[in-house]
């Protein structure tokens, strides 16, 4: 009897691990209006859809985790079912997908272009969706050229690309392409926010904000990362837990050197950069993020350029009080020597030294002279 309360505790167990579906499959968009951060192309779209003019080879190409896929298969649905997001209808079987990066041969394509000749069986149109295409060789791209160039009416390709450059000419020239942007901070941060109120999840803004901007313009990364610390930190996101755990400084570090620069304080502000290499952040990282931090102090200054830091309310005031003690030519001699301190990092072996001696003329700076 206990060996088999056992066995059914175990079973429920791996039941409920076997339920869990990572953020960027479960909140992966239906509709277009849930993509994040494309509206100009998912208007385009729906609007060719609309008055009948889409064009039969679409490309769409921009960095990774941005929705290119997930807007492929969205238009797949809804060529078919008329531009209509009707939920009780299922074109999937009208809708293929092949990944260019391992089925990229000659014959590969040959069986391709066998397959296009047949048409649906229901619905109007067969999709077919080849993600990575740059990965296709010389010779499939070429074999791929004439239907591309007169596919049957009833075909539509919709290619997908990291790496534009990479597909040759002849093939760009017979597509209809759409780049896609890197998705801002700000979108991504709200998505973030989104997500976590329908988890119940604890947070800090600042918090979604440093994971807005380690995921670099990547929304699927951004979505990975916020898996990650929701674990990290059993589901309470502050912004100690996530820049310890992500390993990268938080605005309010770079406040606190910067505030000590501007009071000319050198040792504590010694002081201060061994505490964080003592915590283990990477140098290299510092001396940028400080240029960064300049930067932004400096856009901090016209209210027209606010909007360039892509920061929360919070921060945003903090820069707005920082810029007022930070004279112009202060924050430009500043950006020049973090600038020099980046280009000189990887030719110096004492590296610590470098920064060291950075940081000193510029806490040193008076009113823009060095």
């Known amino acids: 009897m206990g060996t088999f309360i056992?066995?059914?505790l175990c079973f429920i167990r791996r039941k409920d691990m076997e339920t869990y579906i990572v953020s960027?499959?479960?909140?992966?968009?239906?509709?277009?209006?849930?993509?994040?951060?494309?509206?100009?192309?998912t208007q385009t779209l729906e609007n060719a859809i609309e008055k009948n003019q889409l064009?039969?080879?679409?490309?769409?190409?921009?960095?990774?985790?941005?929705?290119?896929?997930?807007?492929a298969r969205i238009l797949a649905?809804?060529?078919?079912?008329?531009?209509?997001?009707?939920?009780?209808e299922d074109f999937a079987f009208n809708i293929f997908e092949l990944d260019a990066a391992s089925n990229n041969s000659v014959d590969d394509i040959r069986s391709l272009n066998e397959q296009v000749r047949i048409p649906p069986?229901?619905?109007?149109?067969?999709?077919?969706?080849?993600?990575?295409?740059?990965?296709?060789?010389?010779?499939?791209?070429?074999?791929?050229?004439?239907?591309?160039?007169?596919p049957p009416k009833h075909v539509i390709f919709i290619l997908a690309t990291t790496e534009k450059q990479k597909i040759i000419?002849?093939?760009?020239?017979?597509?209809?392409?759409?780049?896609?942007?890197?998705?801002?901070?700000?979108d991504c941060k709200g998505h973030l926010q989104k997500i976590a109120e329908d988890q119940k999840i604890v947070f800090e803004e600042e918090a979604l904000d440093l994971i807005a901007q380690k995921a670099d313009g990547a929304l699927r990364d951004a979505l990975s990362i916020y898996d990650r610390m929701v674990s990290f930190t059993d589901r309470s996101l502050t912004v100690k837990s996530v820049s310890e755990n992500l390993n990268v400084l938080d605005h309010n570090t770079f406040?606190?050197?910067?505030?000590l620069i501007l009071n000319h304080d050198i040792p504590s502000l010694l002081l201060a950069f061994d505490d964080l290499l003592q915590k283990g952040f990477d140098e290299m990282q510092f001396i940028t993020g400080l240029g960064s931090h300049f930067r932004d102090l400096m856009v901090s200054k016209e209210n027209k350029t606010l909007h360039l830091l892509e920061v929360s309310t919070a921060t945003e005031q903090k820069f707005k009080e920082q810029t007022a003690n930070a004279p112009l030519p202060l924050l430009l001699n500043a950006i020049d020597l973090a600038s020099k301190c980046e280009l000189d990092y990887r030719?110096?072996?004492?590296?610590r030294l470098l920064i060291e001696l950075c940081l000193m003329q510029m806490a040193s700076l008076h009113f823009g002279e060095k």
Not at 135 to 146: E, P, Q, V, Y
Not at 255 to 259: D, G, K, L
Request: net charge positive; with cysteine.
């Open 255 to 259: 406040f606190s050197i910067t505030e």
């Open 169 to 186: 000419p002849t093939i760009l020239s017979r597509c209809q392409t759409y780049d896609f942007k890197r998705i801002s901070v700000k």
């Open 347 to 351: 030719n110096t072996k004492n590296k």
């Open 55 to 71: 064009a039969q080879a679409l490309l769409f190409c921009g960095p990774r985790g941005v929705g290119k896929t997930s807007c």
């Open 6 to 8: 056992n066995f059914y």
């Open 24 to 41: 960027a499959l479960k909140y992966r968009p239906q509709t277009f209006d849930e993509v994040v951060g494309q509206t100009a192309i």
């Open 77 to 88: 649905k809804k060529i078919n079912s008329q531009g209509k997001d009707n939920p009780n």
């Open 121 to 150: 069986q229901v619905g109007t149109h067969k999709i077919y969706i080849i993600d990575e295409v740059h990965m296709l060789s010389i010779g499939a791209f070429n074999a791929f050229l004439k239907t591309l160039e007169e």
